[in-house]
């Protein structure tokens, strides 16, 4: 079984995305902006913790939400992680908000804020970008995948964000821009690893109705080997 969400496309170079970010998020501080980057609590948070202090971001990096408790559970564990010491260094580096004070205390200086949640539907993020979304000088870096029917998506493709009274759209007057930095692997990613493995069937799961059968007819195209995208309640029997 593998999954398939990126089964029709590849993802940009990372170190590109990566650099491309922290050099807006740079520039929108320097120009007397706030650099909002709503980020999902476990694993995209402490990721762009260790992006953005690894650059060496020249402003005061907040971290907000759950990403703060995920971050101490990470460090407590420390054996279990690739580089615990750039981590801690990066958790060193941060500033974490304790409550509406430091909040309050945010607003009054440009700086970088990571927060929950990440496609913008509830968490400290809404409260931040209720305040700075008509602010020009003002960027949200949207970091991660925005589900249909969420405020991320809303803003990505629209422009817009359901803040207003019973949850109406407002147009913002912020800037915003979506980085692909997904920890799911691309079309070429997992074709490389069903070469090694060398399965004699294979089931798709995770993925869009509209990209598992692509990425189907890819695999028995390239590799000739068997790919079987199940229905919802379908039931398989194994000998």
Known sequence: ?????????????????????????????????????????????????DILTGYGIQADIWLDGMGKKVASLYLAHSELIKNPKKLKSGMNTVKFVKGQGDRKKILKKPCVIITTSGMMKGGPVVGYAQKLMNDPKTKIHLSGYQAIETPGRMLQFEGKLPYGVDEAPIKVNCQYEKYDLSAHPGQEEMIGALKKWSPKKIFLVHGDKNVMPTFKQTIEERLGIETIVPKLGETVDFE
């Open 1 to 49: 079984l593998i999954e398939s969400t990126y089964g029709d496309r590849e993802h940009p170079v990372r170190k590109e995305v990566e650099k491309s970010l922290c050099e807006s998020v740079q520039d929108t501080v320097d120009a007397g902006g706030w650099a909002i980057i709503p980020a999902f609590a476990v694993g995209r948070s402490q990721e762009l913790v």
